[in-house]
């Protein structure tokens, strides 16, 4: 395996940093051949996982602490992002496309991530926190070429 | 978050421009239903040529202001959504509930067409 390049940002739980966040990880990821639409896609899921931290993990206290570890290697991207907040009592039921605990909101967080990325696994122990980690790698040549034709 | 808003031929039209996330949803929630009872005109529309990016946050408050209006007999489209942001609105499901048009022009008459038919 080649060596990878790799990142440790963190940052506070406030709001201001969910597009702080996305941006500095769709920077990195354009450090491989990924498309446009895959960028914005990565920050999609970047949004997503660290409004989660700051709503969920800590409920709104400014004060937590999410850290993102972004790697690049073998041609992929990886993403974790953690806070040691609340934690996820029932990991399937949150995975759940349209269940929130918060009113008002789609609860549509986890799809997202899923849909943005390769793949996703959740981690988390209550009282603890939780760990999101995403990977997400570069479409072949011919797929690329296919793209620019849609 | 910036907007822009004005009223067309009785329809509340506002444009919002930069990135509809968690940092700005509040603000966009507080200030569409301020303007919502201040112009108290039966639909709106959400012109979103100039966003550049949306997440589940931004939708919510979207899908929130669809179904107040709804329920009040009224209707809320949206117009001009950029790639990343109709990427969102498909996979959420909101391309399906609510109603895109290419245009403010089209908006207009779209909505206007409804009221009188």
Known sequence: ?????????????????????????????????????????????????????????????????????????????????????????????????GFSTVPDRLGLGFSFMQSFMDTIEVRSQPGRGTRVIMTKRVPRRADHAEQGLS | MEWETK???????????????????????TELERLLKLYNTPHLILNLSDVTFVDSSGLGVILGRYRQLTEEKKRLVVVALQPQVKRAFELSGLL?????YASEDEAVAGVSKEVTA
């Open chain 1, 1 to 97: 395996m080649a060596s990878a390049n790799q990142f440790k940002l963190e940052f506070k739980s406030r709001p201001e940093n969910v597009g702080f966040a996305r941006v500095v990880v769709a920077a990195f990821a354009t450090q491989i051949d990924f498309t446009l639409s895959d960028v914005e896609d990565i920050k999609g899921a970047i949004s997503e996982a660290v409004t989660n931290a700051v709503i969920h993990g800590y409920g709104n206290d400014p004060d937590g602490t999410i850290t993102i570890h972004g790697a690049i290697y073998d041609g992929q991207l990886e993403v974790i992002v953690e806070d040691h907040g609340v934690g996820i009592e029932n990991i399937p039921q949150a995975l759940q496309p």
């Open chain 2, 7 to 29: 009223t067309v031929d009785g329809v509340l039209v506002v444009r919002l421009k930069g990135e509809l996330d968690l940092n700005t949803c509040d603000v966009l929630r």
């Open chain 2, 96 to 100: 399906r509930v609510i109603r895109t």
